[in-house]
């Protein structure tokens, strides 16, 4: 058997178990690598929901996967076509059997979900192929190879300076250097990867990188899903039983009530990530990992925390688009902002 369908046979059966790895690692993190908890976990949360979380949380990895490895396998295509043999090489394979519409949704899924800051560096790798495919497919139109590989490269560089220019003058003089690097590096490296490389090193250059980046990406992805919260988070009022009760009259046989103001009954607040709810419990994994089965009864009231918004690591921002926002979120409608529930601080109404 070729080595290339040897290698795709092996990639398809293994590329399934990734996504449930990463689940079930979540799931473990979560239960405090306890077995007990975990297994409670996979019983009541829902799949839909585990895999809805999943795709929010990694939606931007599949233009990093198709336009990385396009631009690479293109690149040995060009560079050293005896050496690009889709039968032994699996970059080769997957170069010559995907489709040019797939490289373009790759781009505009790419610009809906980067953040800013790397829209440049997909700017960079969207010109590359271009680029390199002109070159593949029309070797005898020097014009056109000509304005897609110079001229269209060097437009972009220019547009994408007089834009990016005060946010990269802000991110040297902030001290972010990384920010800076993003925006100001990829435009002009556009232009210096739009032809073939010398061919005696394009196929060490080319699967070097391409198995350095199918090394790295996992470990990038598990660290980012690990993080995604994945179940709603919740601040339920419980009040114990004696609070509930109530005591008999003796004298006129009439029942009044018995519970004092709730702070002084030992009425709580529980904060934590709402597991389910049962015909008899209300069952919350708390701050601590501990899961707590709160009978319904003793259940007053209970609120849905929303997420806190991530605190910005960058202060750049881009005509006011700050470089950690996507174009998604910026087009999103924004939630209006409320004065929080105080039982998601963990304290009651009331309560000073």
């Not at 473990?28 to 949380?57: K, N």
């Not at 680029?131 to 994408?160: G, N, W």
């Not at 501990?290 to 925390?305: A, D, E, K, M, T």
Request: charged share 10%.
């Amino acid at each position: 058997m070729a080595g290339a369908r040897q290698a795709q046979q092996w990639l398809l059966t293994l590329l399934p178990a990734f996504p449930v790895l990463l689940l079930v690692l979540r799931l473990w993190q979560l239960s405090r690598q306890d077995m007990s908890t975990m297994l409670l976990l996979v019983q009541y949360v829902s799949p839909l929901g585990l895999l809805s979380a999943l795709l929010i949380a990694l939606v931007w990895a599949f233009p990093v996967v198709v336009l990385t490895f396009g631009v690479l396998g293109r690149l040995l295509r060009l560079s050293a076509p005896d050496r690009f043999d889709p039968e032994r090489s699996l970059l080769a394979s997957g170069t010559a059997r995907t489709p040019g519409w797939v490289l373009t949704a790759a781009v505009a899924l790419g610009a809906l979900t980067w953040q800013l800051r790397f829209l440049p560096s997909l700017l960079m790798l969207g010109l590359w192929l271009l680029a390199l495919r002109t070159r593949y497919l029309h070797p005898q139109e020097p014009t056109r190879i000509l304005l897609v590989s110079v001229a269209l490269p060097l437009a972009a560089a220019v547009l994408a300076y007089s834009v990016l220019g005060p946010a990269i003058w802000s991110a040297v003089q902030e001290g972010e250097l990384a920010t800076a690097a993003l925006l100001a590096v990829p435009p002009a490296a556009t232009v210096l990867l739009t032809g073939p490389i010398p061919g005696w090193i394009a196929p060490a250059l080319t699967h070097g990188l391409a198995f350095t980046v199918a090394a790295v990406l996992p470990v990038v992805m598990g660290a980012v899903f690990l993080r995604v919260p994945l179940l709603p988070t919740a601040a339920i009022e419980v009040a114990p039983k004696e609070a509930d009760a109530v005591e008999v009259a003796p004298d006129a046989g009439a029942t009044a009530p018995a519970a004092p103001p709730a702070g002084e009954v030992g009425t709580e607040v529980v904060l934590g990530a709402l597991i389910t709810v049962t015909d008899t419990s209300t069952i919350v994994l708390d701050q601590t990992a501990g899961v707590r089965f709160l009978p319904n009864g003793q259940v007053r009231s209970q609120v849905l925390c929303p997420q806190a918004a991530a605190v910005p690591y960058s202060l750049v921002s881009v005509r006011g688009w700050p470089v950690e926002e996507t174009a998604l979120d910026w087009m999103m409608p924004r939630r209006p902002l409320t004065d929080p529930d105080v039982r998601c601080a963990g304290r009651l109404p009331g309560e000073g």
